[in-house]
């Protein structure tokens, strides 16, 4: 029997049947956004269910007692990162096995993480469901079968799958070439004549306005075993930051002042600063890095300060952090980018 309360959908499987883990195996295809987050057994960190949601997402937590990655073992810095990643990557669905067994404090975890993410929650309940959490108690509709529990892992769920990033047009927005019409021009007379890559534009231009004017510098190449260690690491401002400096190898300092408008709505462009604006060229974004800075600027929204720079917090309180990794990763040739961020 299945309990469903507004997007949250309650299996309840008295008899421990095995085809409800099975199916929740099964279903685990982050790729279309439906992900299985299994709870590690009777750990008492505080943040044990977040990392669990993380490692679901496909990311590691690098180990040992002075891990960079320490600042996860917070409550909050782990539901968000796992927040950013959920909404970046697309997810629309999380199923969790043997959810009778989480507290009620992570059971309200999971519920904040599903208003945040707008991704629907299912949660397989292997006890009587007297024993069901104040937040859970209300149900609209009940579904009993094996039939309809599969029928519900096949529904698209209430977010699109994960997000497409197409090609960048490099020197006019989409609209503007299906129109067959040039791009307006920038205030400050930066006109199409001076469309070349790296070109210098109106400082305060960000990368949708910047594209319509000049062509991207092409991103550095980084071999695909670096691009997957990148994509791998936990944090969305550490896999943001690190994968910018990898494609474009820009100084840290760039990085400082890069707001939200400065990524493209598609993420397939990034807009870097200089020192008093004096160079602030634009540079493509490779399709591997597209879901990091996505992530990145996903958890730059959750918190709540559009106005600001997207990198500082890791540029800044967890500079160490930052550097650790860039040194746990010496293929990237990151390391002397970051030993500038602490003596």
């Known amino acids: 029997m299945a309990l469903v309360y507004g997007d949250v959908t309650i299996v309840v499987d008295e008899r421990d049947d095995l085809f409800y883990i099975q199916a929740a195996l099964q279903a685990h295809q982050p790729g279309e956004g439906r992900i299985t987050v299994q709870p590690t057994p009777a750990s008492g960190s505080p943040a044990a269910l977040a990392q669990d949601m993380l490692y679901a997402l496909g990311k590691r937590l690098a180990p040992g007692p002075n891990s960079p990655d320490v600042w996860l073992d917070s409550v909050n810095a782990a539901w968000l990162a796992a927040a950013a990643w959920g909404v970046a990557t697309g ?26 993410t707008g991704a629907q929650l299912t949660l397989l309940w292997q006890k009587p469901p007297r024993g069901l959490p104040p937040a859970l108690a209300r149900v609209e509709r009940h579904i009993s079968s094996r039939d309809q529990f599969e029928a519900l892992l096949a529904e698209p769920g209430p977010i699109p799958a994960r997000p497409s990033f ?13 129109a067959g019409q040039p791009p307006a021009p920038l205030p400050g007379g930066t006109g199409a004549a001076s469309m070349r890559p790296g070109r210098r534009t109106h400082p305060c231009a960000g990368a949708l306005a910047t594209a319509q004017l000049v062509q991207a510098v092409p991103a ?5 075993e670096e691009a997957a260690a990148l994509a791998a690491l936990a944090h969305p401002l550490i896999a943001g930051t690190l994968s910018v400096l990898a494609f474009t190898r820009a100084g840290l300092g ?16 990034i807009k870097l600063h200089g020192v008093g604006h004096r160079s602030c060229p634009l540079y493509a974004v490779p399709a591997w890095a597209r879901p990091l800075l996505a992530g990145a600027r996903a958890h730059h929204r959750l918190t709540g300060q559009p106005g600001d720079s997207v990198f500082t917090p890791v540029l800044v309180a967890e500079a160490r952090h930052l550097r650790t ?4 990763l010496p293929r990237l040739g990151l390391t002397r980018l970051a030993a500038i961020l602490v003596p």
């Open 91 to 116: 997810v629309r669905h999380v199923m969790v096995p043997r959810a009778h067994l989480l507290t009620f404090r992570r059971i309200d975890q999971l519920l904040a993480w599903r208003e945040l």
């Open 166 to 178: 197409p090609p960048a047009l490099p020197a006019m927005t989409a609209a503007a070439a299906a």
């Open 254 to 269: 760039s990085l400082r002042f890069t707001r939200d408008l400065d990524i493209t709505g598609d993420v397939c462009a």
């Open 325 to 328: 990794h860039a040194e746990r």
């Open 220 to 224: 550095i190449e980084v071999a695909s």
